[in-house]
């Protein structure tokens, strides 16, 4: 990982906070405007707010516009545009032993407010390829974060659950970012719709 692409990582990694919830979590920017995180992490939480990279970065107020329960994403919109926006991989699914990896924020009141980054591999896409098992080392505070292919850095899932049991410690989840692509394409849009207008403008 070098430190280029590292740095983009953290400048649209979000840290999730929300007065009420039961946790916090990770986030990421798919839009200038909107990040995506999981529906629990927020779930019953009031005072939305979200922060970019490390350190001393400003808190932004953010509010619930879109979501499932059930296959527990949402959307976020925030007050002022991200500082980066995640690339997603919308058309290809991951296959059985790419190499994956993961940002987050795991238990930060314990492991500190840096952004922590692990590795590992997919071993099985299950649920009729809706969810993405992968053997990324996990925690609380990575749920919502991204899940990213080592070979173009693209998005390709969403960090959702790990399954507490001694005999599947290794088995941790991503919703597959192809399966929530229709959800998706509207945030899409409204990025393809800023880049035609720059584009314009240069005629």
């Known amino acids: 990982m070098n430190a280029k692409l590292y ?4 400048q649209l990694l979000a840290a999730i906070s929300s007065v009420g919830a039961a946790l916090t979590g990770t986030g990421f920017a798919i839009a200038p405007r909107y ?6 992490v927020i779930d019953g939480g009031r005072n939305l707010s979200v922060r970019f990279g490390e350190g001393e970065q400003p808190w932004i107020n953010a509010e619930y516009v879109d979501g499932n329960v059930e296959d527990d ?3 976020l ?7 980066c926006v995640a690339r997603l991989n919308l058309e290809r699914l991951p296959t059985q032993g790419d190499d994956v990896y993961t940002y987050g924020y795991p238990i930060p009141s314990v492991m500190g407010a840096e952004v922590k980054f692990n590795r590992g591999n997919v071993s099985a896409l299950v649920e009729n390829k809706r969810l993405i098992q992968h053997s990324v080392p996990t925690t ?8 990213c292919s080592y070979d173009d850095h693209k998005v390709v899932g969403l960090h959702v659950m790990g ?13 597959s970012l192809c399966y929530l692509k229709s959800s998706l394409m509207y945030y899409m849009m409204f990025l393809f719709k800023i880049a035609l207008l720059v584009c314009l403008m240069f005629l």
Not at 77 to 83: E, Y
Request: proline fraction near 5%; glycine fraction near 10%.
């Open 7 to 10: 740095f983009a990582g953290l």
């Open 35 to 40: 990040v995506m995180t999981a529906y629990h």
């Open 73 to 75: 994403w949402c959307i």
């Open 77 to 83: 919109k925030i007050d002022r545009d991200a500082p």
């Open 140 to 147: 609380n505070g990575n749920s919502g974060g991204p899940l």
């Open 163 to 175: 399954l507490k049991v001694e005999l599947a410690q290794n088995a941790k989840y991503a919703v």
